[in-house]
């Protein structure tokens, strides 16, 4: 979890990348190290700068260190191993020790910011590596001190999707809406793979869909084209829908098409004539009707991908509170989020299950202070599925 308050971005706070648990050809003391990245902030954000940077391992004594100057802080055992890299700066973790045997738990504040991280369990000889602006974490060679092949910072751009799999679908097109709404085209992408949106265009249009490698489409997430994205966004009246203003030009209301181009490859197309809706209304190429639900995909979709990007199972629907475990598998090829909430629907634990992984995995329950309904959620990217828990007396 992140959470930058009081308006603070995202960028300017300090945030866990990488852990190495387990050496192999030295000792744990000599080889394992936490690494933080510490985004030097410009002259408008220095009020986000905190004097002290605190990090937290469990339930043991935060460690507290000077806020430092420079790109990453490196905690280690022993100041000699501090790499020589310029910008990197190091603390000592004194008697922590990081488990190289089960999950664990490390917290991070410095002023405003926080960041609280659920690691998986490490392999021996790797370290585990933030994957861009998520909770995910991948297994890889350790870098100490230097930029992650898998930085969270997205300048490594998104490994390229096959063909094959690809699900990316006009979902929405307002080819002829009513003055002074502008018109507006929705694509879905109903696929378990992140897309690079730069390496994405209406073919025939001007640019790609963003010249940024920061910039993705998530699992299963709707995005909103259009020429006036202000305008929509007034329109529409609320802002749970992702918009980006797309030089579209102006489409033909009587008889037009549009298709999604990467590179020379048709992803999707679709076309409409005076039969296909009466405008104003817009209409769902997928299935033929009239639509007005910008940013919503229901569950019937033709021609799209109707799976689920996971399978699973819990251990039992029906627990005892503190004295019943709930268990759950998992099988998917992408990773999972799993997270318990409360009735109220406030998350109380959450875990990031590896792709492929398989297996059962233990939810706590301890969180859980009274009886009543608990609900265990299951997601991948804007895939989410929800299992309500009954906790018994």
């Given amino acids: 979890m992140f ?27 000599k080889g394992e190290f936490v690494e933080i990245r510490l985004q030097e902030l410009d002259e408008g954000a220095l009020e986000t700068k905190a004097d002290s940077l605190v990090v937290q391992f469990e339930d043991r004594a935060p460690l507290r260190f000077a806020y430092s100057v420079g790109s990453r802080f490196v905690l280690i055992h022993d100041s000699l191993q501090c790499p020589p890299l310029d910008g990197v700066s190091c603390g000592l973790l004194g008697p922590i020790s990081l488990p190289n045997s089960r999950e664990s738990v490390w917290r991070l504040s410095a002023g405003a910011c926080l960041d609280s991280v659920q690691l998986p369990k490490p392999k021996p000889g790797k370290s585990l590596q933030r994957v861009k602006e998520t909770d995910s974490w991948t297994v890889s060679e350790p870098t100490p001190g230097e930029l992650n092949s898998f930085d969270e910072l997205g300048i490594v751009a998104e490994p390229t999707v096959p063909d094959s799999l690809l699900h990316l679908v006009l979902s929405e097109i307002h080819h002829c809406p009513a003055e002074p709404e502008p018109e507006w085209v929705e694509v879905y992408n ?83 004539g005076k039969n296909t809706v009466k405008c104003p209304a817009g209409f ?87 009886v009543g309904v608990v609900y265990l959620s299951l997601s991948v990217g804007r895939y989410e599925q929800l299992v309500g828990i009954l906790v018994r007396p």
């Fill in 190 to 272: 109903a696929s378990a793979h992140s897309l690079a949106m730069r390496d994405f265009s209406f073919c025939g249009k001007r640019g790609a869909w963003s010249e940024s490698v920061r910039d993705s489409l998530a699992p299963f997430e709707t995005l909103l084209f259009t020429r006036d994205s202000a305008l929509l966004r007034e329109y529409l009246g609320f802002r749970d829908v992702r918009l980006v203003q797309y030089p579209l030009g102006y489409l033909n209301n009587t008889a037009g098409s549009l298709a999604i181009c990467r590179g020379d490859y048709v992803v999707d197309s679709v076309s409409w």
């Fill in 284 to 370: 769902n190429p997928m299935t033929g009707r009239s639509e007005n639900t910008p940013g919503f995909q229901g569950r019937s979709r033709k021609g799209v991908q109707e799976e689920s990007p996971f399978t699973y199972k819990v251990s039992s629907r029906v627990l005892r509170l503190r004295k019943s475990p709930l268990r759950v598998y998992v099988e998917s090829e992408s990773p999972v989020s799993l997270k318990l909430l409360d009735s109220a629907g406030r998350p109380q634990w959450k875990f990031e299950v590896p792709s492929q992984s398989n297996a059962w995995w233990n939810v706590p329950l301890d969180s859980v202070s009274r």
């Fill in 3 to 29: 959470l930058a308050q009081c308006g603070t971005p995202a960028f300017a706070c300090p945030r866990f990348v990488e852990f190495f648990a387990d050496p192999v050809d030295v000792p744990d003391q």
